[in-house]
């Protein structure tokens, strides 16, 4: 079957860094997405893996390992602003995409 | 802002209603997906649409239904509207199926 899992809720502090993990499951794989939501609030797309290894962009880096069927978000520099649910969801082959429950972030001043 | 509009942004309505919510997709996508997001859960997909035609179906109710027109924008229906209907129902488009999707604002629907 196709299964995501992430952890349902992280806690970190303003200015430190912290790593949100993605584990999957899923028949095929063609890529991993990562997306941020604000509570009541559309989903932002923020990256997407093809390829294994790391992907940097500002704050944020995104890390995929395709043999493994593991993924992680990093953020750095952590912001307030940066509390927030972020999902993770993968691109299976010939099907659609399925989306993890998502992380929930709070960030301590 | 994704692009991807929604209307209307708020929807409140009684039981056995029914409502028609509506979406437009960003300009050159022809792929349409409608999610539902009860409070505290995560997305849940309900149906897509490719270029007028329906590509794959999710968790979606047999009260619901869409439909994505020539002009390439879509319409979720749902009727017999029960109070466990009440959620955010975001829509999202894209270019091609299983590409990067951009989500709309979302149209909050309570059912009273």
């Known amino acids: 079957g196709q299964n995501i899992d992430q952890p349902t809720e992280m806690t970190a502090t303003e200015g430190a860094i912290v790593q949100i993990n993605c584990t999957y499951q899923?028949?095929?794989?063609?890529?991993l997405f990562w997306y941020q939501q604000h509570a009541g609030e559309a989903p932002t797309f923020l990256s997407y893996?093809?390829?294994?290894g790391l992907e940097e962009k500002g704050r944020f880096s995104s890390f995929l390992s395709r043999s493994k069927g593991y993924s992680y978000l990093l953020l750095k520099e952590l912001q307030m602003k940066d509390s927030a649910s972020y999902l993770c969801?993968?691109?299976?082959?010939?099907?659609?995409?399925?989306f993890g429950k998502g992380t929930r972030l709070h960030i301590l001043p | 802002d994704s692009g991807v509009t929604q209307t209307p942004k708020h929807l409140i309505t009684a039981t056995g209603q029914r409502v028609t919510l509506r979406c437009s997709p960003r300009?050159?996508?022809?792929?349409v997906y409608w999610y539902q997001q009860s409070l505290d859960q995560g997305l849940q997909f309900l149906i897509q649409?490719?270029?007028?035609?329906?590509?794959a179906k999710g968790n979606i109710l047999e009260r619901f239904s869409a439909q994505q027109f020539p002009d390439l924008h879509s319409e979720l229906n749902l009727s017999s509207l029960e109070l466990g209907d009440s959620a955010l129902y975001f829509c999202?488009?894209?270019?091609?199926?299983?590409?990067?999707?951009?989500f709309g604002p979302g149209t909050r629907l309570l059912v009273l």
């Open positions: 893996n093809v390829l294994d």
């Open positions: 969801a993968v691109n299976p082959i010939e099907d659609k995409i399925i």
């Open positions: 999202a488009s894209s270019v091609r199926q299983q590409e990067t999707q951009y």
């Open positions: 300009s050159g996508d022809l792929s």
């Open positions: 649409y490719y270029n007028g035609e329906e590509r």
């Open positions: 899923t028949s095929g794989f063609n890529g």
